[in-house]
């Protein structure tokens, strides 16, 4: 039994802040339904998007559908309020909030009060000041901007087969990314694999004419999987003749040409920015404390540092791993952030009932990526391995992670089906536009910018 009557806020909508509502829906069945307690999430999306499964739905080997999970669906009872929250007053436990009502309201943002709150924003895109990035780059944080990116990789096939200029079909054919982690060479690996099926459509276009260009500013990439992985990653993916470029930075992509450090410059339609995440801008906007990288300064506890009745987790959070050296904080990846909301959902109903906290306690295990192609890297409990069963053993990994049962069949289901019959190469850019034949058809002219909400 709880001691008084809670409101507990969480913000954020990813691994952390759906994990964290799920636990309190289970630690608190009782008190939800006697109204001794409510949960209310707060997030711009309706959905939890699994991002390790953002390369394959890029690529075309997951439905979009299936790499995110319906909020309202899993969180039957919290309340789900589709929205941004603009500025957290804790001292007077209260949220701002941005709905997609509010502007056609005109009566200003919500403003929601809590007696426990749990900020779990996440991260955002770290960019830096490059000349036309802001213009053409493209990010990859987002089911709509894998999707996006798939679309603009088979529209550039098209422009290059069917134009008879040679300087736009080679700036067409080029495609540059920026930044060795994760994101950018899972993308990487998967984009190429998908475009070089596709070309052989293509009765002019061949895998010989693209250039596919990785960028990195560090003398490695994929750390995560250890130094003699990464050099092995560098080796096939040169091997698929991918220009891997290291200690090197992107210094401008104005005018649609690539211009790198080292003094090479490409034309290109194509550049992607996965060069890090930096901390979600909301942080800055409350009264809580923030380390010098601008995360949350937390307790090995999940609560923030000298603010009661405050938590956090995930890459919003600046955690100490216990497991490690004094002073080492945990990494912010999703292996720590699902862990952390099961203790975080578990402390917060321990607080409420007055039960001694539990410690969050998780040593790193390793990690696994896939290249594309059946291949792939691994670094699991000090073991090294590479090819294919290491890109079976993504695969096998993320499926078990992958929230609900409804989930991982469909994804199982879909790869099943892609063993038996052939990859889709359609291109739907045309979705980002939906009423631009409409407008033409009724005598208008379709507008080419983007809606002034895109969540709307």
Avoid at 116 to 126: F, K, M, N
Avoid at 145 to 150: D, F
């Amino acid at each position: 039994m709880v001691k008084e009557r809670a409101r507990i806020l969480v913000v954020g909508g990813g691994y952390v802040g759906m994990y964290t509502a799920l636990r309190l829906q289970r630690n608190l069945k009782g008190e939800l339904e006697r109204g001794e307690a409510e949960v209310t999430v707060v997030s711009p999306d309706a959905y939890m998007t699994y991002q390790p499964f953002l390369p394959e739905a890029a690529a075309g080997s997951i439905s979009p559908r299936h790499v995110v999970v319906p909020l309202r669906r899993v969180l039957g009872r919290c309340h789900v309020v589709v929205g941004e929250a603009d500025g957290i007053d804790h001292a007077g436990r209260t949220a701002t909030v941005s709905t997609l009502a509010t502007e056609d309201e005109r009566t200003g943002p919500r403003r929601l009060t809590y007696d426990e709150l749990v900020l779990a924003p996440g991260s955002v895109s770290r960019t830096l000041p490059v000349p036309g990035l802001a213009d053409h780059g493209i990010g990859f944080k987002t089911v709509e901007e894998a999707i996006g990116l798939r679309n603009h990789v088979l529209e550039q096939l098209d422009i290059a087969s069917s134009t008879r200029d040679p300087a736009l079909r080679d700036a067409a054919l080029t495609f540059v990314f920026v930044g060795g982690g994760f994101a950018g060479v899972e993308a990487l690996g998967e984009l190429e694999d998908m475009a070089r099926y596709a070309v052989r459509y293509y009765h002019n276009v061949t895998p010989e004419d693209m250039k596919w260009i990785l960028v990195e500013a560090s003398d490695r990439i994929l750390p995560e999987v250890g130094e003699d992985m990464g050099r092995y990653t560098v080796t096939e993916l040169r091997r698929r003749n991918i220009d891997v470029r290291l200690e090197t930075r992107l210094e401008s992509c104005a005018d649609r040409v690539a211009v790198l450090s080292d003094g090479a410059r490409f034309p290109t339609r194509t550049v992607v920015w996965t060069a890090g995440v930096r901390p979600h801008p909301l942080l800055a906007a409350t009264d809580l404390p923030l380390n010098d990288r601008g995360r949350l300064r937390c307790t090995p506890q999940l609560s923030v540092d000298g603010a009661p009745h405050a938590w956090a987790a995930g890459d919003a959070a600046a955690v100490p791993d216990v497991t490690a050296a004094p002073g080492g904080e945990c990494a912010p990846n999703a292996q720590h952030a699902v862990r952390q909301a099961r203790v975080l959902g578990d402390n917060i109903a321990h607080a409420l009932r007055g039960e001694p906290l539990d410690t969050y306690a998780h040593k790193y295990v390793g990690s696994v990526a896939s290249l594309g192609f059946h291949q792939g890297v691994a670094h699991v409990y000090g073991r090294r391995i590479k090819g294919y069963p290491a890109w079976f053993m993504h695969r096998a990994y993320h499926l078990s992670r992958v929230p609900t049962v409804n989930r991982k069949a469909r994804v199982l289901a879909e790869w099943a089906l892609a063993g038996l019959f052939k990859r889709e190469i359609v291109s739907l850019g045309s979705l980002e536009h939906p009423r631009a034949e409409f407008e033409l058809a009724a005598g208008g002219k379709p507008s080419q910018e983007p809606p002034r909400n895109p969540k709307g």
